[in-house]
């Protein structure tokens, strides 16, 4: 099982490994599955085992997972356990835009979508912006809270797509988190 202390990534080299999106569509896969052969992620995935192959080889390399052989059913079959189930950037190390732009153009998408267009209900979509006035204490104590919630929301639907890995209604949602002070007298105003 993958460590539950954040990876920290502190070059540019491990950033890019990461940022590339089925790289971290195979992270995701991956600690939910806790161990998979590429065949398995391809099917998962719907991408060819060869690619997958490719980005598993990439992953290992920069220790996000490794090889389970205790797993095997021979030599020649390779198993992968994940290393990292979070991590950390420590500062700007480089290439964090191919892995930052896509999550927020989608926040973006997710605020302006149109829930009233057809098909709009199918699947839930929910996003808010808020703020409180808090101490370092007090945003590090809300910190805590919300990560042991995610956490345990992790644990839960990790164990039931364990259960049942092809469930059509279990789809991967996406919940961003972020906390820190903000000065909003120093931002322009729109359209400025």
């Keep these: 099982m993958a460590s539950k202390e954040p990876f920290r990534i502190t070059d540019p080299e ?21 161990h998979a052969r590429a065949v398995d992620l391809a099917k998962a995935l719907r991408e060819p085992a060869n690619s997958i192959s490719f980005h598993l080889r ?3 390399r920069h220790h996000f997972i490794e ?7 021979d030599k020649r079959d390779r198993v992968w356990r994940p290393l990292v189930e979070r991590f950390l950037v420590d500062g700007n190390v480089g290439h964090e ?3 930052l732009d896509p999550i ?15 098909g709009a209900k199918d699947d839930f979509h929910e996003g808010m912006a808020s703020g409180a006035f ?30 049942d890995p092809d469930d059509p ?7 961003l988190y972020t906390i820190g002070p903000r000065d909003l007298a120093g931002e322009p105003e729109p359209g400025a």
């Design 14 to 34: 491990t950033m890019r490994a990461l940022a590339h999106p089925l790289r971290q569509r195979i992270m995701v896969e991956l600690n939910v599955r806790e």
């Design 58 to 60: 990439v992953l290992a």
């Design 169 to 175: 209604e279990r789809r991967y949602y996406q919940i």
């Design 104 to 118: 927020l153009r989608w926040v973006r998408d997710e605020f302006l979508r149109d829930r009233s267009a057809p």
């Design 134 to 163: 808090l101490t370092r204490e007090e945003a590090e104590q809300m910190t805590a809270e919300i990560v042991a919630v995610l956490e345990n929301w992790w644990d839960r639907t990790g164990a039931a797509k364990r259960a």
């Design 67 to 73: 090889e389970a052989p205790e797993l095997a059913k």
């Design 97 to 99: 835009e191919q892995m």
